[in-house]
Every structure is written in structure tokens, then in C-alpha cells.
């Protein structure tokens, strides 16, 4: 399968590519998210080049964020990670943002979730999203579920999303393209008018 996206309609999503998921010194460091960080690279290189914006997630936690929490306290789940403000919480050095990529600062695993992108999508008529990151069974696939859901078009891009184990990846890209969107290799997409 082959497809070219239309620059001015798409955008290239990249979730949460953070020290604290993707360097060995990291608190949630998973191989697999090392792994993808030239992939990923690669297809931002190439989705610019063209033309097409470029989001980047982060994932950020307030050390007080869970403190009143009645349920949802992902530092139960996790420990403490990515705290604000921190060197776990920056955009990995091998993928620079640069100043017309656009940031989008989340504190739950949906990158939706009480952030503007929806917005700012919207305001540039953005429909398809080719969606890259980490991890794949928790960030990417709600980010991806909840664009889906929001009438975006996610693109998973498969070779281009980490995983902590090839279970999780092989999972959450199954429930994506059964459910809410597509699944590519990165070879598989052109950026063009």
C-alpha cells in the first residue's frame, strides 16, 4: 500500500518522544522507544521538507497533579515520571522541535484530553494525522483513538512507534486499524500537494 497526503491537510503527530521514555537513564525508559527515535527522525525530516506541520506531545505531570485525584492517578500506576519542568519531561536531542513545530503540553495519556490541538488542527484544516511515538498500547493509542473519534484521520505509523514489549505494539496497532483508523510502515507515505 501507498499514499501520498496532502501537505496542507495532514499533519505529523509525535508522541511523547521524551527523555523519560526514550534515554536509558529515563524513569519509564523502554527499549523499544530508543529504538524508533531515528525512524521517527526520519519521517519528520521528510513530512517538513514537504511542507507538512509537525505537533510534538509531551507528556507533563505537576508533582502535585494526583494529589487530590479521586481515581485516575497515573503515578500509582507508573511512580513519578516526566515531572514538570524536569530533563525527563524535554523532547528527546535527536529530534529537534523547531520554532514553527507546534507543542502540545498534556497531562493524561490522550493528547486531546483538556489541550488546544484540537483547535489548532481545526484552524488549519488539518484532517489526516500520521501519528509516530511512544508507547504504543498507551499514549499513541489513545491519542490516535481519540483523534479518530474527533473525525481526524489517524495514520499509525507502525515501524515508527515504540513499545515496551512487541505484544503492546502488535496489540495496540491490531485495535487501531480495526477500530479507528489506518496502519502504515513509514515507507508507505509520501507528503505531497
Known amino acids: 500500500m501507498s499514499l501520498t497526503l496532502d501537505t496542507d491537510r495532514t499533519a505529523v503527530v509525535v508522541v511523547d518522544m521524551q527523555n523519560g521514555f526514550c534515554h536509558p537513564d529515563g524513569t519509564l525508559y ?7 527515535i531515528e525512524p521517527v527522525a526520519e519521517l519528520v525530516d521528510r513530512g517538513r521538507d514537504a511542507g507538512t506541520r509537525i505537533v510534538y506531545t509531551r507528556d507533563v505531570h505537576p508533582p502535585e497533579q494526583f494529589d487530590e485525584a479521586y481515581y485516575y492517578n497515573e503515578f500509582e500506576q507508573w511512580g513519578e515520571h516526566v515531572l514538570e519542568d524536569s530533563w525527563e519531561a524535554k523532547i528527546v536531542d535527536k529530534l529537534e522541535v523547531h520554532p514553527d513545530d507546534h507543542v502540545v503540553e498534556k497531562h493524561t495519556y490522550d493528547a486531546f484530553y483538556n489541550t488546544e490541538l484540537e483547535g489548532w488542527l481545526n484552524a488549519r484544516g488539518i484532517d489526516d494525522l500520521v501519528i509516530c ?61
Open 133 to 193: 511515538g511512544t508507547l504504543a498500547n498507551v499514549c499513541v493509542l489513545h491519542t490516535g483513538g481519540s483523534a479518530g473519534l474527533r473525525d481526524f484521520r489517524p495514520l499509525m505509523v507502525e515501524d515508527c512507534i515504540g513499545a515496551i514489549d512487541d505484544d503492546h505494539h502488535e496489540y495496540a496497532l491490531d485495535h487501531a486499524d480495526w477500530l479507528f483508523g489506518e496502519v502504515l510502515a513509514g515507507n508507505e507515505i509520501t507528503f505531497g500537494p
Open 30 to 36: 523502554a527499549p523499544g522507544s530508543e529504538e524508533v
